[in-house]
Structures are given as C-alpha cells and as structure tokens.
C-alpha cells in the first residue's frame, strides 16, 4: 500500500529534550516536507526537500532541523523542544517534477502529536 | 505572493442539505495547481480533488463537485445530501512550484 508513515503519534516530552519524528514513504517521492498545524493558524510549512540532500527552509523553520539522506527518510529534528513547538505535525511527499507524471498532490502522513511540557 | 483565502470559517447544516465552501486564491502563476482536502475528526489529512490551471472543467463524484473559475479565482466544493460523516474540516490549497499554500479550513459540521 502507497503511504507516508510518521512515528511517533503522539509524544510528550519536556523541554530541552531533543527529539526526532521519523517519516517515511514507499511511492519512491522525489519531494518530501513537514508541516505544523495550530488553531487558527492552519498548516505552516517548516522544511522541505526536492530529493536527496537537498532541503530549504519553509516559511516557519525556526527550532527545527531536517535531514535528507535516503530518498524514502525525511526525520524532522528538534534539538532543544520548547512549549510553543507543541502542535501536530505532518509529513507529505509527492512525485518531483523530474519524474515522467508530475501531478504535483501531496500525500500526507497521518499526524504526530507533539506537547512539550 | 500568493494566498488562498476560504472566508467561511464554520458552517453548520442540517444532514440532507447540500452546502458549497468557498476558496478564492491569488498567484501571479500562470501554471499551478489547487486542492482540497479533508481532515476528519481522526486527523489524517484526505486528498480529494486537484485541478491544473488548465483544466476549468468542473467535475462531480457522487455527492461531490467542485467548481473552478479562472476569472474569479475561485475554486469551490459542493457536497449535495450532506452526511454526517462530512463532518470535517475541509482546506482548500495552492501550489505554483515548491511550495504548498493552504487557506485556514472551514469546519463543516453535519447535523443529524
């Protein structure tokens, strides 16, 4: 089955406790990035990646770090959490513009909620 | 820059009614893509529709339909007999390159 997969789900951590959210996808995507989604502020951009070793700052990058080593992994890194951090979480990936049907849709994951105490 | 603007923040209707949410966007692109999504109370985000500026055909799917309009810069979503398990809250979005842009969401909520 096609799909993104994000782990953990749910997590409480502290604050200054370093975490990684995992993502992965078997649609072999070029393209794959992370999102946050607060209330009343919709789904924010943190960093995305055209492919392999390759990631650019999204429109709210501060706090996070990513890396792109494998076509299928794209973690989604926070050095020292803080509580403003806490919100759900979403990884997407789509076909990139390279490939032979670019349709451009993302396909998300289905959400890691993330509290930071 | 661009935006994506759906101005109905919550609609609540009655189960059986049809309703329309609204999404009206901005890009100076002139090749792009929109969306809508679904997110039901679960969370997961559910891809159901996406249009290429080039196709101003509008579609319907079952209960389904979307109507997009170039000259308006409008790309609505009609859900005709609404049922309760419609009861989520739907984003519509924009892409022109790297980026995905997506309004606020309206949360649609059914009533039985």
């Known amino acids: 089955e096609a799909q993104v997969t994000q782990n953990p789900r749910y997590l409480i951590t502290v604050t200054g406790k370093k975490l990684t959210v995992t993502c992965s996808q078997n649609m072999n995507h070029e393209y794959m990035s992370w999102y946050r989604q607060d209330p009343g502020l919709g789904l924010r951009q943190i960093y995305y990646s055209m492919n392999v070793e390759v990631t650019d700052k999204g429109d709210v990058p501060e706090g996070y770090k990513v890396s792109r080593k494998e076509k299928r992994n794209f973690p989604l890194i926070l050095e020292s959490p803080s509580p403003n951090q806490t919100s759900l979480y979403f990884c997407?990936?789509?076909?990139?513009?390279?490939?032979?049907?670019?349709?451009?849709?993302?396909?998300f994951g289905p959400g890691t909620r993330l509290t930071v105490l | 820059a661009q935006k994506v603007t759906q101005a109905q923040t919550e609609i609540s209707v009655v189960e059986k009614e049809d309703v329309t949410l609204d999404c009206v966007y901005e890009?100076?692109?002139?090749?792009?893509?929109l969306f809508w999504y679904k997110q039901p109370p679960s969370g997961e985000l559910v891809f159901l529709i996406r249009?290429?500026?080039?196709?101003?055909q509008n579609e319907i799917s079952g209960r389904y339909s979307w109507n997009f309009q170039k000259s308006t810069s409008s790309f609505n979503f009609t859900i005709t007999a609404s049922q309760v398990v419609d009861s989520a809250v739907y984003f519509c979005a924009l892409t022109g390159g790297d980026k995905i842009i997506f309004g606020k969401g309206t949360r649609l909520h059914i009533l039985p």
């Open positions: 249009r290429n500026s080039f196709d101003e």
């Open positions: 890009t100076r692109d002139t090749t792009y893509y």
């Open positions: 997407a990936s789509k076909s990139g513009t390279s490939e032979p049907i670019p349709t451009d849709t993302q396909y």
